[in-house]
């Protein structure tokens, strides 16, 4: 608190002056109240009697404000003046509530926003900082009736058309060249002795062709790029043709000493450009992936579970309401679906991503790249049946999810035994459900969690794909009626020739592929997602999730603001929507494997869409699950937001949904500072000016081929649905 009271006499910057000058100077009646009022009490009272009389002007927008009517109908149809006069009486109902500030351990804040613009109105103090008050003179221009007119579908498509795809000619050709630099050098580390393998050698009469043809060969294995993968900072940056800048791998050496795994492969390796002449690349989104930021670094050791229903004590409900079997193997918040983890080389992951929503796991070894002490003991199969057995016995299950780490990650054999036991617990559970009264949910979703389709094509062999083919048929059998792939594309630079290859391999299995992206400061940029969207539609991927990135410091450097996940939403996804006249179809065609290409072009080419807008942009919230339902209630003298979550009301929940207040985000950095770093990726921010008026959400409800299906036949043959005719 002593803190706090010495930030209210600290006179503001010269700089943070200038903008609280300009905001006074196009407000003549908010300077008024600041000047004329005595305390903060009393600028409350007059800003909340000026902004409720123009809010309710409207009758539905007050009731909205009020909590007295909800939805996405009427969330729509608000004026970008009414959304401002809202997040004032928010600002103002929120006062002098104090906060946990989970980005700064240990820190409590006071949400005092009109407190802080009074103080330096009136004296020049508070402690607001620059960004705090550019929030503050876009929040009145909204309030005034300013209105910034939505960008065209020509203007949308011109943002797509900037970022190009793994699919060029162009790219292809330089990531050729890429591939045989990182051949040679692999020859040299075999030809030295620096890397020893008894697979992975050469004949002594070799010519250097003849020992680039055999790398050639070696490449399309996935094995080959396992071993040869870079383990640390040197090896990294020789592999990119020593590109990265000496400030990069100083934090990338800084992480090391850490104990921070790196783990990438030479493919993965060779999408990425190497110009150490440019300042901003193409495969920002990648690089933001694999290279770590120095909050991160900063942070790990220290990193604490975003999601509370993840920390499990035997015998005692997680944060979700569930009681699990194991600590580590079974992760639950749903009634309908919970996510196996198996103890196999499925824990670990073809990659460490930076942002990695399990990068809790990974700091505490649960998940790792010591790819020895993850092959399955003798021990496993028993547990194997005993986390099965949750899944048979429960009443509400009904949706498995199969992950890590990483599902592909396993060995054919391991995955295979896994998917057998899963047929015959699925086959045990529909058998018992004859003999009861009372009915449980049956398996009827089984899905695979891998990142391998992108990370590592060379994954999806002829043996990997005849287990996932085995299983579609015997599991059909036992009632499962949908068979998903659950990946995660992050930019349509990801997309190679041999990625297309591979995800057709899958869908021809009669496995639906799906993507999650995560939403990061590179991926947020104008036009990358829709890009994304629309060549993963050209290989036959849906779109699933588009999440806002979680966590605290440790993900400081991707962090899109939420404010940033509304605005594409609204401003740039929307020129993929779906005409409600094929909602019927898409129902009764869920996730059909055998014409998902067919029916996405067809709907396409009918609608003129350039990609099927199917997924939903949320964030995952510690313990309530997936929203992007919030009120900007407040923001810290800095200028970050701070949020006001509600559940999800378009899905299922534990029952202990009803007994948890509204969840508390305050954001890792301010809109002006994610506008300052997306202009040092060479975005220019006046295309982004829109984003200081989203400060509600309201959570989209569920692309129709998502929903459970309802038919309790499930021959896959017979189910086959036809092509949209």
Request: net charge positive; glycine share 4%.
């Amino acid at each position: 608190m002593e803190k706090i009271r010495t930030e209210e006499t600290t006179q503001i910057t010269n700089k943070a002056k200038t903008k609280l000058e300009q905001l006074l100077a196009e407000n003549s009646r908010l300077k008024e109240i600041l000047i004329s009022s005595n305390n903060e009490s009393e600028v409350n009272s007059s800003l909340k009697e000026w902004s409720t009389y123009e809010l309710q002007k409207n009758k539905q927008a007050y009731m909205f404000y009020k909590n007295e009517v909800s939805g996405r109908k009427i969330y729509e149809k608000l004026t970008q003046k009414e959304t401002a006069a809202i997040r004032i009486l928010d600002y103002i109902d929120h006062s002098n509530i104090i906060y946990d500030d989970l980005n700064v351990k240990n820190k409590r804040i006071i949400n005092n926003p009109f407190k802080i613009l009074w103080l330096a109105a009136k004296y020049g103090t508070g402690g607001g900082k620059y960004f705090f008050f550019a929030d503050m003179l876009e929040l009145f221009r909204q309030f005034s009736g300013t209105e910034y007119p939505l960008p065209s579908k020509q203007q949308v498509e011109n943002w797509m058309e900037k970022h190009p795809s793994g699919l060029d000619e162009n790219i292809i050709i330089k990531r050729g060249k890429n591939k045989e630099r990182i051949i040679n050098i692999i020859i040299e580390l075999i030809d030295s002795g620096k890397i020893k393998s008894r697979k992975y050698v050469f004949d002594h009469d070799m010519t250097h062709e003849k020992k680039k043809e055999k790398v050639n060969e070696w490449w399309n294995t996935k094995r080959f790029h396992i071993k040869f993968s870079a383990r640390d900072p040197e090896m990294l940056n020789r592999m990119l043709n020593y590109s990265l800048d000496s400030e990069t791998m100083t934090v990338l050496r800084d992480a090391e000493k850490k104990g921070i795994p790196f783990f990438v492969n030479p493919y993965y390796l060779s999408l990425l450009d190497t110009d150490k002449r440019k300042k901003s690349y193409a495969d920002s989104a990648i690089r933001a992936y694999m290279l770590y930021s120095r909050n991160f670094v900063n942070e790990f050791g220290n990193i604490i579970a975003w999601e509370k229903e993840d920390i499990v004590e035997p015998g005692k409900p997680n944060a979700a309401g569930w009681i699990l079997p194991t600590a580590h193997n079974i992760h639950r918040r749903y009634p309908e679906v919970a996510i196996l983890i198996p103890e196999s080389m499925g824990r670990a992951c073809g990659g460490l991503c930076s942002s990695c929503q399990r990068m809790y796991d990974f700091q505490n070894g649960n998940l790792n790249f010591d790819f020895k002490s993850l092959i399955p003991n003798e021990k496993w199969p028993e547990k194997q049946k005993k986390l099965l057995n949750y899944f048979e016995t429960d009443k509400e299950l009904k949706d498995i999810l199969i992950t890590g780490g990483d599902a592909f990650m396993s060995s054919d054999k391991t995955l295979d035994e896994l998917l057998n036991a899963v047929c015959e617990m699925a086959q045990r559970k529909r058998e018992n459900n004859k003999l009861k009264s009372e009915k449980s949910a049956e398996i009827i979703r089984v899905r695979l969690g891998s990142r391998l389709p992108v990370y590592l094509p060379q994954r999806i062999t002829p043996k990997l794909i005849k287990v996932l083919s085995d299983f579609r048929k015997k599991g059909s059998e036992a009632g499962i009626k949908q068979f998903i792939i659950q990946t995660h594309f992050e930019s349509a630079m990801e997309i190679t020739p041999e990625v297309k290859k591979a995800v057709r391999k899958i869908i021809k299995a009669g496995w639906i592929v799906t993507n999650q992206l995560v939403f990061t400061a590179a991926a947020s940029r104008r036009g990358h997602t829709n890009k994304l969207r629309k060549v993963l539609n050209n290989i036959g991927v849906i779109t699933y999730y588009t999440f806002s990135v979680k966590g605290y410091m440790e993900n400081y450097h991707s962090f899109a603001t939420n404010a940033r996940a509304v605005q594409e939403q609204i401003e740039e996804k929307k020129i993929g929507r779906i005409p409600d006249k094929y909602i019927d179809f898409l129902k009764s065609n869920q996730l059909d494997a055998g014409n998902i290409v067919e029916n996405i072009n067809l709907i396409r080419d009918m609608e003129n869409l350039p990609f099927l807008a199917t997924d939903r942009n949320v964030l995952n919230l510690p313990g309530v699950g997936k929203s992007l339902t919030f009120r900007t209630v407040g923001i810290t003298r800095r200028g970050r937001r701070i949020l006001k979550f509600d559940h999800d009301t378009t899905r299922n929940h534990s029952p202990v949904i009803e007994q948890m207040d509204n969840i508390i985000i305050i954001e890792s950095k301010p809109v002006g500072e994610y506008l300052r770093q997306l202009s040092h990726m060479g975005e220019d921010p006046d295309e982004y000016k829109t984003i200081w008026g989203y400060s509600i959400g309201e959570t989209e409800p569920r692309f129709p081929a998502f929903e459970y299906p309802e038919k309790p036949d499930n021959s896959y043959e017979e189910n086959r649905q036809p092509v949209l005719v």
